[in-house]
Structure formats: C-alpha cells, structure tokens
Nanobody, 125 residues
Framework: QVQLVESGGGLVQAGTSLRLSCAASGRTFSSFAMAWFRQAPGEEREFVAGISRSGGTSYYGGSAEGRFTISRDNAKNTVYLQINSLKPEDTAVYYC??????????????????WGQGTQVTVSS
C-alpha cells in the first residue's frame, strides 16, 4: 500500500502560480506511476497530468496543456503539480493518485489504486 497526502492548495488570484505537492509513504514510491486529477463542484473527476515511474514520461489532459507541469522526486517520495497563469475555471479539489499496474499510468481514474484526500484550489478573478 501507499498513503498519499496533498498540500499546497489555497485561495489565489487569477494570473498567479501555485505548486501542489503530494507526499507518498509506504511502498517504494518509484514503483508507482502517478497522476493528478481534479474535480469541480457538480462535475466529473477530470484528468490533469500523469507521470511515469521514473519521471521520464509525462502527459497532460486537454485543459492542462501549456500551463501545468507535473514532476516527481523519487528521492523525496513526492510528486508535484506546477500551475501557472491560474484561471477561475481551475477552481477544484485536486487529487493525487498512484498506480502500480503500469509503468506510465493512464488518464483514466479507474486505473489508479490509491488516492489522496485532495487539496482545494480556489482561484478568484
């Protein structure tokens, strides 16, 4: 098993940047592909970004292209999500997730075995 704890969310103004962190504990972190999803009130969970076990491959959902960057530090058991030029429509709870089922992970939430509790990001205009 692995436990995931997100941090770094908050209330920010549009146009600013934010870096979310997800600290993992338990099993060897480098054995998991990681991803970030987000969910706004009344909407379905949306894939934001994923990264392979080694960090060599990253990929993004359509709404995240260009402003979001996922990265990981396997020595620190942490995955990050950098969000630049925040927009009000980025307001959501952001979840970190992990899967050991594949080397790179996927954009489908059902493929992930472990989830954090989420961190709220609220962007004011």
């Amino acid at each position: 098993q692995v436990q995931l704890v997100e941090s770094g969310g908050g209330l920010v103004q549009a146009g600013t940047s934010l870096r979310l962190s997800c600290a993992a504990s338990g099993r060897t972190f480098s054995s998991f592909a990681m991803a970030w999803f987000r969910q706004a009130p009344g909407e379905e969970r949306e894939f934001v970004a994923g990264i392979s076990r080694s960090g060599g491959t990253s990929y993004y959902g359509g709404s995240a292209e260009g402003r979001f960057t996922i990265s990981r530090d396997n020595a620190k058991n942490t995955v990050y999500l950098q969000i630049n030029s925040l927009k009000p429509e980025d307001t959501a709870v952001y979840y970190c997730s992990a899967t050991s089922q594949s080397r790179s992970g996927s954009s489908y939430w059902g493929d992930y075995d472990y989830w954090g509790q989420g961190t709220q990001v609220t962007v004011s205009s």
